[in-house]
């Protein structure tokens, strides 16, 4: 049977943001609001963000030219689109040359809708009703007004899925977005169900630039499968002594 799958996919988170920042310090003051004044898709990377992604770039290009990427598709989202820039500009030229890159919005942050650049108190302040909501229905299928939720986020990765299928079948492809879209595509590859997924992402939060991989695998189903290979992986950012981050993305939201 033919082959539908790319030979090798790699998940990739943004390196730290600013916005990873600000949350971090407003979550650490008890405080009701993240303050930063982008709107969520213009918020750049920090200064760590901009170092990690170097790191990570700098082991995808010690890979033998044969197991480099081939496809870099990446969210339209500045620090996803700065750290696959980054990433790139460390591959040899020539073969940086011949890439077929992509901005996809499909690939884009979970929409939080009214809940935007609120913090877990804001949230619970604010929106009492929303916050005991949330509690209850549990963040998979919670959708915040003007929002979305993880379901929503893995239905439009659906589609992202179809065209890995049907234009990148045997190609190297490198997707670099999003926390909460690492984790949806991991329960879209992996066929994976709501209390697993979540058993993962309460157990560790995807660390900035870190390494989700999978291999095809001609054995696996019918007709072959993609392998599971690394997970969070952050190897090539501890080896060149760069801190490690895992910072929510914007809002903060408990774990549920």
């Known amino acids: 049977m033919e082959q539908k799958w790319p030979q090798e996919i790699w998940v990739v988170r943004h390196g730290q943001s600013a916005g990873n920042v600000a949350r971090d310090l407003a979550e650490a003051a008890a405080g009701h609001h993240i303050d930063i004044a982008h709107r969520d898709v213009d918020v ?16 995808f290009a010690a890979l033998p030219p044969e197991q480099q990427p081939t496809v870099v598709l990446h969210s339209p989202y500045v620090r996803a689109f700065e750290t696959a820039n980054i990433l790139m500009q460390r591959l040899d030229p020539a073969h940086r040359s011949r890439l077929v890159v992509e901005s996809d919005e499909r690939l884009r942050e979970k929409e939080f809708g009214i809940l935007d650049r609120l913090t877990t108190y804001g949230i619970a302040h604010h929106h009492p009703d929303l916050y005991e909501q949330r509690q209850h229905v549990g963040k998979f ?116």
Do not use: M
Not at 44 to 59: F, H
């Open 141 to 256: 299928y919670f959708r915040p007004p003007g929002g979305e939720s993880w379901c929503d986020v893995i239905l439009r990765l659906r589609s992202v899925v179809d065209t890995l299928n049907r234009e990148y079948c045997r190609e190297r492809v490198l997707i670099v977005a999003h926390q909460v879209t690492v984790n949806c595509f991991r329960y879209l590859f992996e066929r994976l169900d709501e209390k697993t997924i979540l058993d993962f992402d309460r157990a560790a939060d995807v660390p900035n630039c870190s390494v989700t991989s999978y291999t095809f695998d001609p054995d696996l189903g019918k007709g072959g499968h993609l392998a599971l290979r690394l997970v969070n992986f952050v190897a090539p950012l501890e080896a060149s002594g760069t801190p490690v981050t895992a910072s929510k993305d914007l809002p903060a939201a408990p774990k549920a």
């Open 44 to 59: 750049p990377l920090s200064e760590l963000g901009e170092r990690q992604s170097q790191a990570l770039g700098s082991w």
